[in-house]
């Protein structure tokens, strides 16, 4: 079972494979799209330089986005699309291919072409290697890289000036991602992100933080195919389970400890996850509050200490306030508002958001009227949430002369961001966790459930007659006791039987001597009877003597002849034969039987055959299953002894392991108070024969491995005898008998 659930959990990584292979189908078709948008864009630099329009480079739209271009005449650097790149070292490669080139920020792809005297590069980065605060920047394929060990950034050289970048196959791998442009409407919060200066952790198009967290989320997903199929899996093989079972309760004790654990570990490890990303949300926001806090910290400082003489702020005395904050905003990467003691505007860095009527010309009461000289709030535009520190500032007299406001946006999607990146390293420790851990919940489970599921299978097999098996379990744990408990069984039911066994065949010895004493003294008062007449005769008439004698000595060898059958019956029931299983051709011996009966019946009874003539094969001992057949019809007649119109059937049926012979009469039947005591020994109902005929024969059916029963009523009785099906008949020569009433 366990083997199966491995090769289920790997199919499913490997749908899980083919679906990322897919994916990364769709990733190279981008980067041939990009690649193509780069050359053309190379293409519409050179037109331009060839018709003198350097002027016109400026204002052009260069695509893709990520990419570098510069423009070099006479050696010198005189264009540059963007200033990402920290380029220490460039060379002329062979002009019409893309070679890769490694720079101190960045492994980079780049292209030349020469046009007159100018020299034009187009440069894309295919991986950085540091984290870059740049918004233009981002590791193109860091995701692709670290999921897919089929790309590497390995190169062979080609020439002295320059390598190319290949992946294992040989294939190029030469572009970046082309994002599109998403959809936006324009509303409140539109307007407020527009109008705010830094909104760093906003959602914009060419936003670091989402390209990063696009690249997590991709990792995420990855991860994902990988744990739902296998979950899916597992849940179908549940519901199959209970279905099977029909219902949790009548599953076996593994599959119970296995369903059970494996669901802990599934919820432990959501719960685990949940823990983890509320963790890391709670911490980043107490992060950025303390960062927002010092931030304020250090522009209450500045603003200090250039009014530091003032012993009030107004609008009046703070005309070049707006500049200050401007340099301050561009210093601190923040907007900043500054409201006089009264709580009036007097100074904003963006005050776009005030003329806008997005923001309120005074001060929130809460800062306003608090003791604390620096808080931070929440604040919102719309549905546009943010948190704003306060603080107050205060003079060379540490007088309060007005306070200070530093909006700061919580962004959700850098939350996310920063839950991805972590989520990506952690979820593949997670599942390895959990997969190992469900793999040991089946190992120990079976484990510990062997030794019970051993036990039940001894418990099936346990009987009284034959040798049982111990279990053998050296743990001291409950199941240990439950093993010692069930070894302790074993041996006091052998020891039982034994003594039963004991028990019984001393009873059996006294049954038998009561039985022989009392068949022993039956003849014997009539001997004894008959001698004492003699010597009477002999004393009274001694003239009739000689006749008396006759009759007497008549009667005593009756008497001595019933002593002989006596005495041989008993010599035979010990000495029988043990029973040599062969197979047996039942027809025939049931035919024989009936054709040695048929004379002694006559036409007073009727002794019928039903079944195949020949060929019945079961496994029974050849020689003495006649006598079983003997017994059976001989005691039929005797049944019938009184009546005209006897009828015996004899039936042989076929069924797919088993031959089944009926013997049935139409006699007065077996009375109902002495159906138990039919195979005992030396059990009668009638004045011959010594009750050994059924006893015999039962051996006999018991010995073959089959058995024996009854059934009577007052139309008659039916003995049922069951033998085991030989396999393959024998190979004997046997003759066809017609089906038809045997008289």
């Given at each position: 079972?366990?083997?199966?659930?491995?090769?289920?959990?790997?199919?499913?990584?490997?749908?899980?494979?083919?679906?990322?292979?897919?994916?990364?189908?769709?990733?190279?078709?981008?980067?041939?799209?990009?690649?193509?948008?780069?050359?053309?864009?190379?293409?519409?630099?050179?037109?331009?330089?060839?018709?003198?329009?350097?002027?016109?480079?400026?204002?052009?739209?260069?695509?893709?986005?990520?990419?570098?271009?510069?423009?070099?005449?006479?050696?010198?650097?005189?264009?540059?699309?963007?200033?990402?790149?920290?380029?220490?070292?460039?060379?002329?490669?062979?002009?019409?291919?893309?070679?890769?080139?490694?720079?101190?920020?960045?492994?980079?792809?780049?292209?030349?072409?020469?046009?007159?005297?100018?020299?034009?590069?187009?440069?894309?980065?295919?991986?950085?290697?540091?984290?870059?605060?740049?918004?233009?920047?981002?590791?193109?394929?860091?995701?692709?890289?670290?999921?897919?060990?089929?790309?590497?950034?390995?190169?062979?050289?080609?020439?002295?000036?320059?390598?190319?970048?290949?992946?294992?196959?040989?294939?190029?791998?030469?572009?970046?991602?082309?994002?599109?442009?998403?959809?936006?409407?324009?509303?409140?919060?539109?307007?407020?992100?527009?109008?705010?200066?830094?909104?760093?952790?906003?959602?914009?198009?060419?936003?670091?933080?989402?390209?990063?967290?696009?690249?997590?989320?991709?990792?995420?997903?990855?991860?994902?195919?990988?744990?739902?199929?296998?979950?899916?899996?597992?849940?179908?093989?549940?519901?199959?389970?209970?279905?099977?079972?029909?219902?949790?309760?009548?599953?076996?004790?593994?599959?119970?400890?296995?369903?059970?654990?494996?669901?802990?570990?599934?919820?432990?490890?959501?719960?685990?996850?949940?823990?983890?990303?509320?963790?890391?949300?709670?911490?980043?926001?107490?992060?950025?509050?303390?960062?927002?806090?010092?931030?304020?910290?250090?522009?209450?400082?500045?603003?200090?200490?250039?009014?530091?003489w003032n012993t009030h702020l107004s609008r009046h005395n703070t005309s070049s306030l707006n500049v200050y904050l401007k340099d301050l905003s561009y210093t601190y990467k923040t907007d900043i508002h500054?409201?006089?003691?009264?709580?009036?505007?007097?100074?904003?860095?963006?005050?776009?958001?005030?003329?806008?009527?997005?923001?309120?010309?005074?001060?929130?009461?809460?800062?306003?009227?608090?003791?604390?000289?620096?808080?931070?709030?929440?604040?919102?535009?719309?549905?546009?949430?943010?948190?704003?520190?306060?603080?107050?500032?205060?003079?060379?007299?540490?007088?309060?002369?007005?306070?200070?406001?530093?909006?700061?946006?919580?962004?959700?999607?850098?939350?996310?961001?920063?839950?991805?990146?972590?989520?990506?390293?952690?979820?593949?420790?997670?599942?390895?966790?959990?997969?190992?851990?469900?793999?040991?919940?089946?190992?120990?489970?079976?484990?510990?459930?062997?030794?019970?599921?051993?036990?039940?299978?001894?418990?099936?097999?346990?009987?009284?007659?034959?040798?049982?098996?111990?279990?053998?379990?050296?743990?001291?744990?409950?199941?240990?006791?439950?093993?010692?408990?069930?070894?302790?069984?074993?041996?006091?039911?052998?020891?039982?039987?034994?003594?039963?066994?004991?028990?019984?065949?001393?009873?059996?010895?006294?049954?038998?001597?009561?039985?022989?004493?009392?068949?022993?003294?039956?003849?014997?008062?009539?001997?004894?009877?008959?001698?004492?007449?003699?010597?009477?005769?002999?004393?009274?008439?001694?003239?009739?003597?000689?006749?008396?004698?006759?009759?007497?000595?008549?009667?005593?060898?009756?008497?001595?002849?019933?002593?002989?059958?006596?005495?041989?019956?008993?010599?035979?029931?010990?000495?029988?034969?043990?029973?040599?299983?062969?197979?047996?051709?039942?027809?025939?011996?049931?035919?024989?039987?009936?054709?040695?009966?048929?004379?002694?019946?006559?036409?007073?009874?009727?002794?019928?055959?039903?079944?195949?003539?020949?060929?019945?094969?079961?496994?029974?001992?050849?020689?003495?299953?006649?006598?079983?057949?003997?017994?059976l019809i001989k005691n039929a007649i005797q049944a019938l002894n009184k009546k005209t119109n006897g009828q015996i059937d004899i039936t042989i049926e076929e069924h797919p392991e088993t031959i089944l012979?009926?013997?049935?009469?139409?006699?007065?039947?077996?009375?109902?108070?002495?159906?138990?005591?039919?195979?005992?020994?030396?059990?009668?109902?009638?004045?011959?024969?010594?009750?050994?005929?059924?006893?015999?024969?039962?051996?006999?059916?018991?010995?073959?491995?089959?058995?024996?029963?009854?059934?009577?009523?007052?139309?008659?009785?039916?003995?049922?005898?069951?033998?085991?099906?030989?396999?393959?008949?024998?190979?004997?020569?046997?003759?066809?008998?017609?089906?038809?009433?045997?008289?």
């Amino acid at each position: 079972m366990l083997s199966r659930k491995l090769i289920l959990v790997i199919i499913a990584w490997g749908c899980a494979l083919i679906a990322y292979s897919k994916e990364l189908k769709t990733f190279e078709e981008r980067l041939h799209k990009a690649q193509t948008e780069a050359e053309q864009t190379t293409q519409r630099i050179a037109q331009l330089l060839m018709e003198g329009k350097l002027d016109s480079l400026p204002h052009q739209s260069y695509t893709p986005s990520e990419a570098l271009y510069l423009v070099f005449g006479n050696g010198e650097l005189f264009f540059w699309s963007d200033n990402w790149l920290v380029v220490n070292d460039l060379h002329k490669l062979p002009c019409g291919d893309w070679h890769y080139q490694e720079f101190e920020n960045a492994h980079c792809i780049v292209k030349w072409q020469g046009v007159g005297v100018f020299d034009i590069f187009a440069i894309m980065p295919i991986k950085y290697t540091y984290i870059i605060e740049n918004k233009y920047l981002q590791n193109n394929f860091a995701n692709y890289l670290k999921l897919d060990t089929k790309w590497d950034l390995t190169y062979r050289p080609t020439e002295e000036i320059g390598h190319k970048f290949y992946n294992k196959e040989g294939n190029y791998l030469f572009s970046i991602i082309k994002q599109k442009k998403k959809k936006t409407t324009t509303h409140i919060n539109t307007k407020a992100v527009q109008t705010f200066s830094y909104t760093p952790l906003l959602e914009t198009e060419n936003n670091t933080i989402e390209r990063i967290s696009h690249i997590s989320h991709n990792t995420i997903r990855f991860y994902a195919y990988l744990f739902l199929i296998p979950l899916i899996i597992y849940l179908g093989w549940f519901i199959y389970m209970l279905y099977k079972h029909k219902g949790f309760a009548n599953l076996r004790i593994n599959y119970k400890f296995q369903i059970v654990f494996s669901f802990i570990i599934f919820v432990g490890f959501f719960i685990v996850l949940l823990v983890t990303m509320d963790y890391i949300r709670k911490n980043y926001e107490r992060r950025q509050r303390f960062l927002l806090q010092e931030k304020a910290l250090y522009i209450q400082k500045a603003l200090q200490d250039t009014y530091f003489w003032n012993t009030h702020l107004s609008r009046h005395n703070t005309s070049s306030l707006n500049v200050y904050l401007k340099d301050l905003s561009y210093t601190y990467k923040t907007d900043i508002h500054v409201y006089d003691i009264y709580g009036h505007l007097i100074g904003s860095s963006q005050p776009a958001l005030f003329d806008l009527g997005l923001l309120s010309h005074r001060i929130s009461p809460r800062p306003f009227f608090s003791k604390d000289p620096n808080i931070i709030q929440e604040e919102t535009i719309g549905q546009l949430h943010y948190i704003s520190a306060y603080s107050d500032l205060v003079n060379g007299d540490y007088s309060v002369i007005g306070y200070i406001a530093v909006p700061f946006f919580i962004s959700s999607n850098l939350i996310k961001a920063q839950i991805n990146s972590l989520l990506a390293i952690l979820i593949p420790i997670y599942m390895t966790i959990m997969v190992v851990s469900i793999l040991l919940t089946f190992f120990i489970s079976k484990k510990i459930t062997n030794p019970i599921i051993t036990m039940g299978e001894k418990l099936r097999k346990l009987k009284i007659d034959q040798h049982n098996e111990k279990i053998i379990y050296h743990q001291q744990d409950e199941i240990g006791l439950l093993v010692e408990q069930y070894n302790q069984m074993v041996d006091e039911v052998e020891q039982s039987t034994a003594l039963l066994a004991q028990q019984e065949r001393e009873e059996a010895w006294k049954t038998m001597a009561r039985q022989v004493a009392h068949e022993i003294k039956n003849p014997l008062t009539p001997m004894k009877l008959s001698i004492q007449q003699l010597q009477r005769m002999q004393k009274i008439h001694p003239d009739n003597f000689e006749e008396h004698f006759q009759k007497a000595t008549h009667l005593l060898i009756e008497q001595i002849d019933n002593l002989t059958l006596i005495a041989n019956e008993f010599s035979y029931f010990a000495k029988m034969p043990s029973t040599q299983v062969e197979e047996v051709d039942m027809a025939a011996k049931a035919q024989a039987s009936i054709e040695l009966f048929l004379p002694e019946v006559e036409n007073r009874i009727q002794i019928n055959y039903h079944g195949k003539p020949s060929d019945a094969w079961a496994m029974s001992d050849e020689k003495l299953i006649l006598q079983v057949f003997n017994n059976l019809i001989k005691n039929a007649i005797q049944a019938l002894n009184k009546k005209t119109n006897g009828q015996i059937d004899i039936t042989i049926e076929e069924h797919p392991e088993t031959i089944l012979i009926k013997v049935a009469d139409n006699g007065p039947g077996i009375p109902d108070e002495i159906k138990d005591q039919v195979f005992i020994p030396n059990f009668t109902t009638k004045t011959t024969g010594m009750g050994m005929g059924l006893v015999i024969t039962k051996k006999i059916v018991e010995d073959s491995g089959g058995m024996i029963h009854f059934t009577s009523s007052e139309q008659g009785t039916c003995f049922f005898l069951e033998f085991i099906r030989a396999s393959t008949p024998a190979q004997h020569i046997s003759e066809h008998t017609e089906e038809h009433p045997l008289t």
